[in-house]
């Protein structure tokens, strides 16, 4: 692994780690020799995921965490520091979508605020707490950390009728590079991970619609469905064939990471 997911030794704290891309984040870090602290609201899940990684060679923690919840957050962070010692790493990935296919001028206040409180709340409190122990560190002579957030496609184009999802994850692009100029003097990177389209069996109804082949395919950034082995030698390549269809390729953009 190479970059934001080059943590072999060092200690991750993975949120919403229990599915998806995050559960992918977690094993491929652990499988890497990374301990890992799974941070999730459903104890059944996290307990789950622990147990995908019991034969990797790094240790694995779970902990109760609500990230809406700063107080909540704060409990977890001092679990995970009893436990560790350090948090050397933190990818962000709980999160909504979708949220019914109103439009916007049909969208209600609630809607727009929950979506808002669930993408992007989340994320401040845990990068706030993981980044006050990064910095703590930093001024004692040990600078090192990694800020991770997943993002969306919906970020770079858009998304109909999801517009309040789309502006929560440009948002997290925004601030992930605002992080990146704030904590670069401790060593802290902050970063965007930009999932891309891959082809799987969720997505195999959607290349057989020539509609969409010949609209759609041609507004996204890459121009076509990727293979798996397309991204393999690029820095790390993750998917849950059960739940998910993307990848977490990295490139350096702005002085942050991206992937498209």
């Known amino acids: 692994m190479s970059g934001i997911f080059d943590l072999t030794g060092r200690v991750a704290v993975i ?4 599915g998806g891309i995050g559960l992918g984040i977690a094993q491929a870090l652990n ?3 990374c301990n890992v602290a799974i941070w999730g609201r459903n104890a059944e899940k996290n307990a789950n995921a622990a147990a995908s990684m019991k034969a990797a060679p790094g240790k694995v923690a779970t902990q109760f965490c609500d990230v809406t919840d700063p107080g909540s957050v704060k409990t ?3 679990a995970t520091l009893d436990t560790f010692g350090r948090v050397d790493g933190c990818f962000a990935n709980a999160g909504i979508g979708g949220g ?6 049909d969208r209600t206040e609630e809607e727009w605020r929950r979506m808002f409180a669930t993408n992007l709340d989340g994320v401040f409190h845990v990068f706030q707490a993981a980044a006050r122990h990064m910095t703590e560190r ?3 002579g040990d600078k090192f950390g990694r800020l991770v957030a997943t993002s969306s496609l919906a970020s770079l184009f858009g998304t109909a009728r999801n517009e309040h999802y789309a502006g929560t994850k440009a948002a997290l692009n ?7 100029v704030e904590l670069a003097r401790h060593g802290v990177t902050a970063n965007a991970i930009l999932p891309g389209w891959i082809k799987s069996d969720m997505t195999a109804g959607i290349m057989a619609n020539d509609k969409f082949v010949a609209n759609v395919m041609p507004r996204i950034p890459v121009r076509r469905f990727g293979e798996p082995s397309d991204f393999g030698g690029i820095a790390v390549y993750l998917m849950s064939k059960a739940s998910s269809y993307h990848t977490a390729d990295c490139f350096v953009i702005d002085g942050g990471y991206t992937a498209f």
């Open 15 to 18: 949120t919403g780690g229990n």
């Open 31 to 33: 499988a890497a020799g």
């Open 76 to 78: 977890a962070m001092k």
């Open 100 to 105: 019914g296919r109103r439009s916007f001028i």
């Open 138 to 140: 930093a001024e004692a």
């Open 174 to 180: 925004a601030l992930c590079r605002a992080l990146g």
